[in-house]
């Protein structure tokens, strides 16, 4: 199979509870086998028993270093998204009652396709890309999204190789399709035309 972010090839990195991961030999992602994806259905179910308590001190805890990016870099006159929001727009709940004017997307609860038509000043992503079936198309899509000098915030768990693989949780959750690497972030700065990309300990920020 080739790489679904920079299609290249991949080989076959390893085999756990009968699911198959490979690895990019150009990128470092790793990407589950498309014959192990689930269902649209399936998927969905999961998404389905997540949280539903917004004002849970716990659940905006989980969300904090993105929303407290967006607070650092911009203003509330700024116009948001949040990509992948979920059923319960956690992230557009927190900005919002911070006074921030943020729209939100997900293909499942909120699929209001005119919302990626649009321009905006910052876009925030929280534990979605992992989800992504075309990484590729949709960050392009993201970064066409983005008004100049706007800025893309991810949060996900990077896999790197002093993991052990086998052993880490991350990937046993059957919606994760896509692990990113330091490389594979590298590789979307360059290919996708970032200005600079900063690695924090628990977010991500792509710079247009």
């Known amino acids: 199979m080739n790489c679904t972010l920079c299609n290249h090839k991949t080989t076959l990195f390893s085999e756990y509870q009968e699911r198959a991961f490979y690895i990019c030999n150009n990128c470092e992602t790793v990407l589950l086998h498309p ?9 969905k179910g999961r998404y389905d028993l997540h949280s539903d308590d917004v004002t849970a001190i716990g659940y905006q805890n989980f969300v904090k270093p993105i929303t407290d990016a967006v607070i650092c870099s911009f203003n509330k006159t700024d116009i948001g998204l949040d990509f992948g929001s979920g059923k319960t727009e956690i992230v557009k709940f927190v900005l919002e009652q911070k006074g921030y004017q ?4 997900d293909p499942f609860y909120f699929n209001d ?9 910052y876009i925030t992503s929280c534990e979605v890309i992992e989800h992504l079936y075309n ?15 706007g800025k893309l915030f991810l949060k996900t768990s990077l896999y790197s190789k002093d993991l052990n693989f086998e052993k880490w949780w991350y990937k046993n959750d059957p919606t994760h399709v896509t692990l990113y690497t330091q490389k594979s972030l590298e590789f979307i700065k360059e290919h ?13 920020v792509l710079s247009k």
Do not use: R
Request: charged content about 25%.
């Open 192 to 204: 996708f035309g970032f200005k600079s990309l900063e690695i924090f300990d628990k977010h991500i």
């Open 35 to 43: 014959n192990h994806y689930l269902t649209a259905d399936e998927e």
């Open 102 to 105: 943020v729209k939100g997307y």
């Open 113 to 121: 396709l005119q919302l990626l038509k649009n321009k905006y000043n």
């Open 135 to 149: 990484p590729h198309k949709v960050f392009k899509q993201l970064y066409d999204m983005l008004l100049p000098s």
